[in-house]
T-cell receptor
Framework: GENVEQHPSTLSVQEGDSAVIKCTYSDSASNYFPWYKQELGKGPQLIIDIRSNVGEKKDQRIAVTLNKTAKHFSLHITETQPEDSAVYFCAASDGTNAGKSTFGDGTTLTVKP | DSGVTQTPKHLITATGQRVTLRCSPRSGDLSVYWYQQSLDQGLQFLIHYYNGEERAKGNILERFSAQQFPDLHSELNLSSLELGDSALYFC?????????????FGPGTRLTVL
């Protein structure tokens, strides 16, 4: 089955700096890669996703890049703000069933004011 | 607010007991997914229902079962509870069956088994 590794497990940055979280996956059949943000006491929330026919996608301060050859994808947050502090999860799936995504173990991002 | 509701928020029970977790999807969503989130295993997919029918199973134990009712709400039943079942249980909903449909997660139910 699919295996997703996520690094780092914790990340601390100063407000205004950039943050990068990286994930690798093992199954070449995976073609859909969502990223979720989970704030304390809440459920995960989709913040951006990318499909395998696209190398990069950007939404304001958030961007995701995908390298299918190397089987890795990354989340980039620019101009970080304290409200970006949360746990971020990457996931990978073959797109046949949304529930059958394999999730990374999460990255706890802390943005210091 | 995602529009997905889960009850109860917290549940404390003893080993060997049985509990039922309830989920109401967003208005109009036909798919409901259940996940377990524990400290040592991350977010694990349990089961998916679409319009009342089971569509996919993940790492769901035989002691666990679920169903989706005609009004589309779903219940997850956990029986013969063990200490290791203590976790956060999330449900999520989406509009359809596509693997790329956005899933909207509820706030979760925290289960503590003593």
């Amino acid at each position: 089955g699919e295996n997703v590794e996520q690094h780092p497990s914790t990340l601390s940055v100063q407000e205004g700096d950039s943050a990068v979280i990286k994930c690798t996956y093992s199954d070449s059949a995976s073609n859909y890669f969502p990223w979720y943000k989970q704030e304390l006491g809440k459920g995960p929330q989709l913040i951006i996703d990318i499909r395998s026919n696209v190398g990069e996608k950007k939404d304001q301060r958030i961007a995701v890049t995908l390298n299918k050859t190397a089987k890795h994808f990354s989340l980039h947050i620019t101009e970080t703000q304290p409200e970006d502090s949360a746990v971020y999860f990457c996931a990978a799936s073959d797109g046949t069933n949304a529930g059958k995504s394999t999730f990374g173990d999460g990255t706890t991002l802390t943005v210091k004011p | 607010d995602s529009g997905v509701t889960q009850t109860p928020k917290h549940l404390i029970t003893a080993t060997g007991q049985r509990v039922t977790l309830r989920c109401s999807p967003r208005s109009g969503d036909l798919s409901v997914y259940w996940y377990q989130q524990s400290l040592d295993q991350g977010l694990q997919f349990l089961i998916h229902y679409y319009n009342g029918e089971e569509r996919a199973k993940g790492n769901i134990l035989e002691r666990f079962s679920a169903q989706q009712f005609p009004d589309l709400h779903s219940e997850l039943n956990l029986s013969s509870l063990e200490l290791g079942d203590s976790a956060l249980y999330f449900c999520a909903s989406s509009s359809g069956l596509a693997g790329t449909d956005t899933q909207y997660f509820g706030p979760g139910t925290r289960l503590t088994v003593l």
